[in-house]
């Protein structure tokens, strides 16, 4: 292994803490080490100082086709050289939303934002009003973005409780918490309060914490029950959507929902998000159901989600992605067997999770507090270190960029790390 040296970084941390808090500008960053980067291409990374880092965390997830892709970012300069935002609307909206519903298959509309955080806000609205219901059922260990209606934290017996300081506690009676991965407690659940509720919003595959597959018949248990009640059925497919198949885990599970929202992997590394769905939930957004935001769908967005599917459609990754994800999965199980440590991996080529602990299937946010995530977050520190850029919840999120040069770097750089021990 290289010698790495940290000092740019160093001197860079030391600036950003004093005029940032924690030196970062989101708040998930502080649970990484304080490297400043500065570029990337493909599956790598290169900081301040000039180490070079495999990145398996992919700016978390939006990277999926590799850093600085040429294709999109070419038509972002010159979709954008010719102006960014007009407060009115423009020729390339049209060519992105009408490529976005194409590609899905399934959606009638869409609207694009920002932010996942926001697209979540705006399925939740629309929801309620086209209910007149109030509340909505979520999913122990599921993000939804940071507002305080979606945040969650749990005490020791998994009761919601505010995640954050100056959180308004009120808004944890806006949903009811369940385990994931339990069509028996969702049926007794609806059973009983379907009348107040509007939605049920759940990452259609577990990535947030853990890396967990639906159940067989789960996913449509949940459709099956959302038709019984008139319940809004929403995937929040912010990771899932154009990763795990160019129809999201909706097309690899074989569930539609009513609603659903993207971000991420839909623009190539650009800030956008998306909320779509069926027509007549969609399009109350024309009849008074206020969805607003200054920079929605601007030239920049629209040019990144358009040559962005042009991409993945001319060319889909998917198989290739799911490859490597399986044989980077395969390597780290050998090097655990070949240092004897209880490293475990779980979950699909795109999107897998690695921790120390047992080897049974974790099905839920519960299953998953009986493993060492203090001991993997540890290693993964060390990881970085030594030039393998991860998260330190143990999510791995592959790209079409990486290939067999990044697949050997990293196991390399794996067995290296598991070698100096200290973790
Ligand atoms: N939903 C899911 C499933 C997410 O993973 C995230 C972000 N990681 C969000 C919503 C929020 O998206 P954003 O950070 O763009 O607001």
Redesign the pocket.
Known sequence: MTARTSSASDVLRERANKLTPAGVHSNVRMTGPLVFFERAKGGWLWDADGNDYVDYLLG?GPNFLGHAHEQVNARVAEATSKGLIYGAQHPLEVEAGELFLDTLGWADMVRFSM???EA?QAALRLARAATGRTKFVRFEGH???WLDNVLLAYDDEFHPIAASPGQMESHLDDFYTLPWNDLGALEQLLADKSDDIAAIIT?PFM??TGAVSPQPGYLEGMRTLCDKYGIVLIF?E??TGFRFALGGASERFGVTPDLATY?KAMAGGWPV?ALAGKAELMQMFAEGVNHSGTFNASVMACAAVAETLKVLRDDPPYERVEAHGTALMAGLRELATKHDLPLRVQGVGMAFHASFGHNEVVHNFRDLQSLDLDRYNTLSRKLMDNGVWVAGRGIWYVSAAHGDKELNAALERVDATLTAGGF
Do not use: L
Request: charged share 20%; aromatic share 6%; hydrophobic share 20%.
């Open positions: 978390q932010t996942g955080t979540d993000y939804h973005g990452e990535c947030n929040d912010v990771i971000g998000a």
